[in-house]
């Protein structure tokens, strides 16, 4: 147990250092200041899922929640649903629906499509839990970002904490670190100063690399 803290401490304390750092595994045609951008888009994405998600698991209505849903699956490539793809051979394909690992000490290590996973949070306080919370550290790496066709792909891990209270008065507590794929394509928009490209980031399948209970 104490082992597992330890390298818990120690994982939290690496991630919070090189928040601020980004690996040097770009795409060679990619300037400092994009990657920058990049990188910095990649965030914003990934902290506008964490709002969603505390939103989805704490709303005060159905509604509420379920706003906070579509609103979430939109920061997703197909929005919970199946997209094309191009494969290694140039052939037009269909990828099932972003996907979400969870781990925990009862069940281990599920994967799910990101749209389940929402429902399940969710409903979390009406079946099981009397309150559920949900948060992401703020140290985010951004790694091993290469170019595949007209996108290109990246690597963000994170860590993140699950802290659940049940109706008998218990709190089960999990940690894992996630790895996170994400889609980055260039958008061009034309303004009175002239074209300018912005990064337009959609979030992929979630994976679990570690995890504590």
């Known amino acids: 147990m104490k082992k597992n803290l330890f390298s818990l401490l120690g994982l939290f304390l690496c991630l919070s250092s090189i928040s601020a750092q980004v690996d040097n595994n770009f795409d060679t045609n990619l300037t400092d200041e994009q990657k920058e951008e990049m990188k910095e888009r990649i965030i914003q994405k990934l902290d506008d899922f964490q709002d969603e998600l505390r939103i989805i698991a704490a709303g005060e209505t159905r509604n509420v929640k379920n706003e906070a ?34 781990s925990s000490r009862r069940r281990g290590i599920v994967t799910q499509s990101m749209k389940s996973y929402l429902n399940a949070v969710s409903h979390m306080e009406d079946y099981r839990y009397q309150k559920v919370e949900i948060t992401q550290a ?11 066709g007209n996108e290109y792909i990246a690597i963000a891990s994170i860590f993140q904490k699950f802290v659940a209270y049940t109706h008998e008065g218990g709190t089960i507590i999990d940690y894992n670190v996630k790895t996170v794929k994400v889609h980055i394509k260039p958008k ?26």
């Open 69 to 102: 849903k579509d609103r979430a699956l939109d920061l997703f490539i197909g929005e919970g649903e199946p997209y094309p793809y191009i494969d290694n051979y140039g052939n037009r394909k269909m990828h099932k629906a972003a996907q979400m690992q969870t």
């Open 188 to 213: 061009s928009y034309m303004t009175p100063d002239g074209q300018i490209v912005v990064w337009e980031a959609k979030l992929g399948d979630f994976k679990v690399t570690e995890t504590w209970h």
């Open 138 to 148: 703020g140290a985010v790496r951004v790694s091993n970002i290469y170019q595949k």
